[in-house]
């Protein structure tokens, strides 16, 4: 018979819901560079252009000189680093694939310690450039912004994490094609299907180094958005149904993923707030994350809350005295430090907490206005020390209350009707891993 743990009294509040190891994370903090970070990016400025159908030859100009020195850093960081080009060809499409064009995403894997934890955890970014033409090839793309800060931001977020040691495994990706139609992300995902990755989160960094806003004339870089997909797109038609039925549309993985950035801003990040956007991207726009969440991953992207359209997809000149172009002087690296804080913060927490409980499950056998919810210890990675429930009112955004058990069963004095739960795996130090939401049973 399963013990059930009765709750008597709540024990912590939203703000220590997601409580973590505060030496780790202030290490961390310390270690990210912004220096380093404007380095990066004008270095990839350097390359003139880094247009997915640009010069592949060069050591000096197109995506060819931009790969191998991407490779090349990350390869400097750490030994432990295992550096790949994951090479494949695109075939002409009729849009912006004119001739047969070979990609090659760069990607550095960071390998776990335990051989039993197959856990997989992408950062990622997209090289690639391009000026007010999509198909001019030969004209200088800075791509300062868009997308030089999401790939110094990875660089760092390499340099930084690899100095440490993780159960599971985390990759660092800077995929090709990107502006050409999300060739490199959506090669990548279908390798990661076909390869039965266990994928835990896919942070996805595009235009994360600008905190001015043209039009509105809003400067301020306390900021950041993060996109998530609500229903998942990957999901069956039963699947929505159930998802409906319960009132989970706001409750998809990803944007539990996303959540969980905006603690770790709320938590340890000075100056950085999380604004959760409840959308999958920008309007009517899409990113390299998005081929993940189409193959059934947790994928998010993170995105500058200002953005500058007169340095974003445009030829460098001066009209009217007004400045175009994507170069760094329009940039606060600053803002691009904090972003990689949250980057490098929210991969370490999830490396090193357990995988998630599985089969988490709420009791509806009965009318009661207490719940029950139930479920399993993890089949992958380190065993939990703990678990932790969350809860929430169904009109909040954020987790409010959060209760720890070494059970893998609890008895709550809130009603179902009324709240919304989750359950985290816990490591010994306070990591917690992604929320899981019950459903129910009726055993």
């Given at each position: 018979m399963k013990k059930i743990v009765t709750l008597l009294f709540t024990v912590c509040t939203a703000g220590s819901v997601f409580s973590q190891d505060l030496a780790s994370f202030y290490d961390l903090q310390q270690a990210v560079s912004a220096s380093r970070l404007r380095q990066n990016v004008e270095q990839l400025v350097a390359f003139g252009t880094r247009h997915t159908l640009s010069d592949t030859l060069s050591d000096q100009r197109g995506i060819g000189a931009a790969r191998r020195w991407a490779a090349r850093q990350f390869k400097s960081y750490s030994p432990r680093l295992r550096i790949e080009f994951d090479a494949f060809t695109v075939a002409p499409d009729g849009r912006r694939i004119p001739h047969p064009v070979e990609m090659k995403n760069v990607m550095a894997w960071l390998p776990g310690t335990n051989p039993n934890d197959r856990r997989v955890i992408l950062i990622t970014a997209?090289?690639?450039?391009?000026?007010?033409?999509?198909?001019?090839?030969?004209?200088?793309?800075?791509?300062?912004?868009?997308?030089?800060?999401?790939?110094?931001?990875?660089?760092?977020?390499?340099?930084?994490?690899?100095?440490?040691?993780?159960?599971?495994?985390?990759?660092?990706?800077?995929?090709?094609?990107?502006?050409?139609?999300?060739?490199?992300?959506?090669?990548?995902?279908?390798?990661?299907?076909?390869?039965?990755?266990?994928?835990?989160?896919?942070?996805?960094?595009?235009?994360?180094?600008?905190?001015?806003?043209?039009?509105?004339g809003i400067r301020q870089n306390e900021r950041v958005r993060v996109f998530s997909e609500?229903?998942?797109?990957?999901?069956?038609?039963?699947?929505?149904?159930?998802?409906r039925l319960l009132g989970y549309e706001n409750e998809s993985p990803s944007r539990q993923l996303a959540r969980y950035m905006a603690n770790i801003a709320h938590e340890h990040i000075p100056h950085l707030e999380v604004r959760l956007v409840y959308r999958k991207d920008r309007f009517l726009r899409g990113g390299d994350h998005t081929p993940f969440n189409e193959a059934g991953f947790t994928a998010i992207r993170v995105c500058e809350e200002n953005e500058d359209f007169r340095h974003q997809h445009q030829n460098v000149r001066t009209e009217k005295g007004i400045h175009y172009g994507d170069l760094p002087e329009f940039m606060d690296f600053e803002y691009l430090r904090k972003n990689t804080v949250l980057n490098v913060l929210t991969a370490a927490s999830l490396a090193w907490a357990p995988a998630p409980p599985q089969k988490v499950g709420i009791q509806v056998k009965e009318l009661s206005n207490d719940t029950v919810l139930q479920w399993q210890a993890p089949a992958t990675g380190p065993k939990p020390s703990a678990y932790r429930v969350l809860i929430r009112s169904t009109e909040s955004p954020q987790w409010e209350v959060s209760i720890q058990t070494n059970e893998t069963s609890i008895r709550l004095p809130y009603s179902k009707d009324h709240y919304l739960f989750a359950v985290q795996s816990l490591s010994k130090e306070g990591f917690g891993s992604l929320p899981i939401v019950p459903l129910p049973i009726r055993e």
């Open positions: 997209h090289l690639d450039s391009r000026a007010s033409d999509v198909m001019d090839a030969r004209i200088d793309a800075p791509g300062a912004n868009d997308d030089g800060s999401g790939c110094a931001l990875v660089l760092e977020a390499a340099r930084v994490l690899s100095q440490y040691e993780f159960p599971c495994t985390l990759l660092f990706v800077l995929f090709s094609g990107e502006e050409q139609g999300l060739y490199g992300s959506r090669h990548l995902a279908q390798r990661a299907k076909q390869e039965n990755w266990e994928v835990v989160a896919v942070l996805n960094n595009d235009i994360v180094g600008n905190s001015y806003s043209s039009e509105l609500g229903i998942p797109v990957a999901a069956s038609e039963d699947e929505v149904r159930l998802l």
